[in-house]
């Protein structure tokens, strides 16, 4: 579905299964091994490995995401945030509309796998933004191929300068639960 966030932009949102979602978007995250200097590097020259932001993946949470829907009642509401790149061939992915005048999102796997029926990570067409997490352990779960995950698409008309600003102000700006809410969440639900 289309959606005017402001005057002038726009998303799209919709759901996916967690495993095509997991099949689908890599994630542009920093290696665990970038040394300082290399750090700084990219700091200095903002041309360096533009798609490389994010947090690596942690285990432990995919891990949990994966036993939370171990017991077959439990779901996501949030959505997770995915980018479509400029870059991205449209043979791979891209918006279509189908004979309803509806927007849908095209992803074409034998596009990105190669020969033999190999995926490579970065090939996938998609970014993860925000919810690696939820879609890794998702897909990893029973329900991986059952279960879907809404999601926000954030269209090729915003560059990836644009979604590592946004993964930014997620990662960044949001304020932690303090301990004792924390702990009266944990214990009552």
Not at 73 to 92: A, G, M, Q, R
Request: net charge negative; with cysteine.
């Amino acid at each position: 579905t289309r959606l005017s966030v402001d005057p002038g932009a726009m998303v799209y949102a919709g759901n996916a299964i967690a495993s095509s979602l997991h099949l689908a978007c890599d994630v542009p995250s920093i290696p665990n091994d970038l040394s300082a200097s290399d750090t700084v590097n990219r700091i200095l020259d903002p041309n360096l490995e533009r798609n490389q932001w994010q947090r690596s993946l942690i285990t432990n949470r995919v891990k949990h995401i994966q036993s939370f829907l171990r017991t077959g009642n439990s779901y996501f509401v949030n959505p997770v945030i995915i980018h479509l790149d400029e870059t991205v061939d449209t043979n791979k992915a891209r918006v279509v509309l189908n004979d309803n005048n509806q927007s849908i999102l095209q992803v074409n796997f034998q596009n990105f796998c190669d020969g033999e029926g190999w995926l490579h990570g970065e090939d996938r067409p998609l970014k993860l933004i925000d919810g690696q997490h939820r879609v890794r352990g998702a897909a990893r779960s029973n329900l991986g191929n059952t279960l879907q995950i809404p999601f926000i698409l954030i269209p090729p008309t915003y560059g990836p300068d644009n979604a590592a600003r946004l993964f930014t102000e997620i990662n960044t700006t949001s304020k932690e639960l303090d301990k004792d809410h924390q702990l009266f969440l944990a214990y009552r639900f």
